[in-house]
């Protein structure tokens, strides 16, 4: 009979008490700027939508009953969609850690993102036209496996996003 040295396979428990755990993490916070590159860019929707709307009603005088309601309804959107990005801005953040990012955001369900760095195939620098008048980027995290960015943390300033870029390209080789 032919033995062969296999090695014994174990699987035993791990005490989860003992894990890290990823709420201790001081998230880093967005960049007060890219506040203002939401509240323009919501802005701008906004007045799309309040012309759209003034449109609406000088040409159908059906609605010109309507037109204090339809204006009060359109405040409270606009009041509650200010006041819904402004919390959602206030709870992102995004951490790097020795072995994994994370990226927590959320206003009525919160997500904790935890990407290792094992896991990235790409990372990428996306400035959008208001977010370049801020001096800010985003940097994409691309997965393995995934068809498009697993991870999108914006509102950082350039040359920092650059930098973590950077990071971020070296972990992966160091991965390799």
Known sequence: MDTINRPVFTN?????QDLPRFEAVAFTPLHRDYWKVTAIGTGMFFIVVAVALGFMQYFNSDLA???IWLWAAYALVVCATVLFLRIAFMRKGYAFREHDVLFTSGV??????VIPYNR???VALHEGFLSRQFNLAEIQV????GSGSE???PGIPKDLAENIKQLLMGKIQTAL
């Open 12 to 16: 035993e428990l791990i005490g989860t």
């Open 65 to 67: 009953a309507y037109a």
């Open 108 to 113: 009525i369900s919160h997500t904790t993102t």
């Open 120 to 122: 990235i195939q790409h």
């Open 142 to 145: 691309f997965t393995a496996g």
């Open 151 to 153: 991870l999108e943390i």
